[in-house]
């Protein structure tokens, strides 16, 4: 399984963004998909997640402002993040993990909040 990740950018506080996170590969292998978020000296944090079954949950610093949602049909995950804030700046990484307990990470986007 291999994930690509892209949306991210520059916006201001306030603003709204929407990550994609493409899965390819053996994906029908996948039974949990999550963000995670990495800011700047700081350690990676869980952000959101959703089951096989479209079960989500949220970190508690984005509940009822991200939502993370998904395109059976195009292999897709995204994450809409609205009301953003500078706290919310961090490099936004895709996980996937396997029905087997097989780890992959997609590559980063980096989001930044700021005026």
């Known amino acids: 399984v291999q994930l690509q990740a892209c949306g991210g950018g520059l916006v201001q506080p306030g603003g709204s963004l929407t990550l994609s996170c493409v899965a390819s590969?053996?994906?029908?292998?996948?039974?949990?998909m999550a963000w995670y978020r990495q800011a700047p000296g700081k350690q990676r944090e869980f952000v959101a997640s959703?089951?096989?079954?479209?079960?989500?949950n949220y970190a508690d610093s984005v509940k009822g402002r991200f939502t993370m949602s998904r395109d059976n049909a195009k292999y897709t995950k995204y994450l809409r993040m609205n009301s953003l804030k500078p706290e919310d700046t961090a490099v936004y990484f895709c996980y996937a993990r396997t029905r087997v307990g097989t780890h992959i990470w997609g590559q980063g986007t980096k989001v930044t909040v700021s005026s």
């Open positions: 590969g053996s994906i029908f292998s996948i039974d949990w």
């Open positions: 959703i089951t096989s079954v479209g079960n989500t």
